[in-house]
């Protein structure tokens, strides 16, 4: 819901010289602007894409993918966080005009919502104390396995016990953070999550971890309400900073520091 933002420009002496002189400047006079602002919606626990420095600001990879992004389209942007697992609703009540959010592009979420090209790929990873035994899917048998709830890796984990026959015990929580204080703290083995941020944690924490050798999963997408016209915008932002090495910039400072 892109709305417009009262500017009030400081122009109150000048206008009043202009008076006093008699001069008549209609557009000049104007002591008021509208600018638009895009709301975007995320969830702060998801680092290197998004999360809270000890300031307490939003930062990322996806907070500056979203900048350009205004700046570019020429908005004002304001960020609201919340819980993963509220952000398809978000857009669906036409709460905000866009997510960005390490979101993949499932085929389940195109049911409920647009997205736009893949901006990023990175892959999951089953997070584990640095002396587990765990080290493939099978040694997961049996085991207590930990997802952010709402993510696609909650759907991976579910699909791997479907398909891939491995019988293990799925815990979903609220953030990232949460699983990795579950594994600290023994009441999970381990924790299936984006690569990215998993290498993050793994070498911050300084945990053992295995890649996921199933079927890649979709790469993450800004996501929009249905029919929304920014969709086509999004993209041609996306084509520019691909083509001029902009987003690959952006990787090299957010993303590779953490492998």
Same mark, same amino acid.
Not at 88 to 112: C, F, H, P, W, Y
Not at 212 to 219: I, K, L, Q
């Given at each position: 819901?892109?709305?417009?933002?009262p500017f009030i420009?400081?122009?109150?002496?000048?206008?009043?010289?202009?008076?006093?002189?008699?001069?008549?400047?209609?557009?000049?006079?104007d002591s008021?602007e509208?600018?638009?602002?895009?709301e975007?919606?995320?969830?702060?626990e998801?680092?290197p894409?998004?999360?809270?420095?000890p300031?307490?600001?939003?930062?990322?990879?996806?907070?500056?993918? $979203?900048?350009? *992004?205004?700046? =570019?389209?020429?908005?004002?942007? @304001?960020?609201?966080?919340?819980k993963?697992? %509220?952000?398809?609703g978000?857009l669906q009540?036409?709460?905000?005009?866009?997510?960005?959010?390490?979101m993949s592009?499932?085929d389940?979420?195109k049911?409920n919502?647009?997205?736009s090209?893949?901006?990023?790929h990175?892959?999951?990873?089953?997070?584990t104390?640095?002396?587990?035994?765990?080290?493939s899917?099978?040694?997961?048998?049996g085991k207590?396995?930990?997802?952010q709830?709402g993510t696609?890796?909650?759907?991976? $984990?579910k699909? *791997?016990i479907? =398909?891939?026959g491995?019988?293990? @015990?799925?815990?979903?929580?609220?953030d990232? %953070?949460a699983?990795i204080?579950?594994?600290?703290?023994?009441?999970?083995?381990a924790?299936?999550m984006?690569?990215?941020?998993?290498?993050?944690?793994?070498?911050?924490?300084?945990?053992?971890?295995f890649?996921?050798?199933?079927?890649?999963s979709?790469?993450m997408?800004?996501?929009?309400?249905k029919g929304?016209e920014?969709?086509?915008?999004v993209?041609?932002v996306l084509?520019?900073?691909?083509?001029?090495?902009e987003?690959?910039?952006?990787?090299?400072?957010?993303?590779t520091?953490?492998e």
């Amino acid at each position: 819901m892109i709305k417009n933002k009262p500017f009030i420009a400081l122009f109150a002496s000048s206008v009043l010289l202009l008076g006093a002189c008699g001069s008549s400047t209609e557009d000049e006079s104007d002591s008021s602007e509208e600018k638009e602002v895009l709301e975007m919606a995320t969830s702060a626990e998801f680092a290197p894409f998004e999360s809270r420095n000890p300031e307490g600001d939003i930062v990322g990879f996806d907070i500056d993918l $979203a900048n350009h *992004i205004a700046d =570019e389209l020429g908005y004002e942007l @304001e960020i609201t966080d919340m819980k993963f697992d %509220g952000l398809i609703g978000a857009l669906q009540n036409d709460r905000v005009d866009m997510v960005i959010a390490g979101m993949s592009a499932t085929d389940s979420r195109k049911e409920n919502v647009d997205f736009s090209t893949e901006y990023n790929h990175s892959g999951e990873m089953f997070v584990t104390t640095k002396d587990s035994e765990l080290a493939s899917l099978g040694s997961l048998e049996g085991k207590i396995v930990g997802v952010q709830l709402g993510t696609i890796q909650e759907e991976g $984990a579910k699909s *791997i016990i479907a =398909e891939e026959g491995i019988n293990f @015990e799925l815990k979903a929580l609220d953030d990232s %953070g949460a699983l990795i204080q579950e594994i600290l703290s023994g009441r999970i083995d381990a924790a299936y999550m984006d690569k990215q941020v998993a290498l993050g944690y793994i070498e911050a924490q300084d945990l053992g971890a295995f890649d996921d050798p199933t079927t890649a999963s979709p790469g993450m997408a800004v996501a929009f309400p249905k029919g929304s016209e920014l969709v086509d915008d999004v993209n041609g932002v996306l084509a520019e900073m691909e083509e001029s090495g902009e987003l690959d910039e952006l990787k090299e400072q957010w993303l590779t520091e953490e492998e």
